[in-house]
């Protein structure tokens, strides 16, 4: 019997659409992959991020081929490389036929602390992330670095009898570079800026330090930001920085917020 021919595959994406609208972006998220990134005292270190993946898509296009995201991710090997980004997004302009691209990595970055007084060592887990993004040949590139400390209510410290109430924050920065800025320095610039580091292990004696180190320095959320901000000021690669700080307020039901942007 004569074979029977295939039936051949709809491309529903590749139909013309009608409605005549652009989208910005289009693609895949929530993608888990293996990253290595820098890292000044091993050289690297191996974690895991979660990926967004994007590109535009004109007018004329019903919709994109959310396969080809996983087949150029695929192509660059079993991790991405901070020095592969830029081959990533020129990969996605050229498979789905787009102007712009854009590739977002967000992963836990990880550091050795020791404790103040009895300097026992814990490992300590911070948020960092990279926006990367084409526009034609124009790359641009974002770092951002998320960092816990401990701060305390200068306020509280002025009007109370007896101590004063902290509370732990959250700062984000993000950064645009010349040249290379590590993650570890930006953790280290933000944590002197606080009343507190904050440590995975402590003993009694390393309580008794950073509580004691967080009565002696004070510091508003307007303290924080403009704290890291002076530092930042000073970092010869630094070209642009935003930097957000939030407290999670021990005594109210909302939080304090404060942000600076340079650049």
């Not at 526009?135 to 641009?140: A, K, L, M, Q, V």
């Not at 509580?211 to 000073?234: G, H, I, K, Q, S």
Request: net charge positive.
């Amino acid at each position: 019997m004569a074979r029977k021919a295939s039936t051949p595959l709809t491309d529903k994406q590749n139909e013309r659409d009608h409605r005549n609208l652009r989208i910005d972006k289009v693609g895949v998220r929530g993608l888990r992959f293996p990253i290595r990134v820098r890292d000044k005292a091993h050289e690297f270190q191996d974690t895991i991020a979660t990926l967004g993946m994007y590109v535009d898509l004109p007018k004329e296009f019903k919709g994109t081929h959310m396969s080809r995201f996983i087949e150029v991710l695929h192509e660059h090997g079993n991790a991405v490389h901070v020095q592969n980004i830029p081959k990533i997004l020129k990969a996605m302009q050229q498979r789905l036929n787009a102007q712009t691209a854009h590739l977002e990595i967000s992963f836990p970055f990880f550091l050795s602390k020791k404790a103040p007084t009895s300097g026992k060592v814990g490992l300590m887990d911070y948020e960092a992330r990279f926006d990367a993004s084409a526009n034609g040949t124009e790359i641009d590139f974002v770092l951002e670095v998320r960092v816990g400390v401990t701060t305390l209510c200068p306020c509280s410290k002025a009007i109370s009898r007896h101590g004063a109430h902290n509370q732990r924050g959250l700062v984000t920065v993000q950064l645009r570079f010349k040249e290379t800025v590590w993650i570890e320095e930006v953790i280290a610039l933000v944590e002197a800026s606080a009343s507190s580091e904050l440590y995975s292990l402590l003993k009694r004696s390393d309580e008794k330090t950073v509580t004691e180190r967080a009565y002696a320095n004070p510091v508003f959320v307007e303290d924080l930001v403009r704290e890291v901000a002076l530092r930042l000021n000073a970092h010869k690669q630094v070209t642009w920085y935003k930097v957000e700080a939030e407290n999670f307020e021990s005594i109210h039901n909302h939080n304090a917020y404060a942000c600076i942007e340079k650049g």
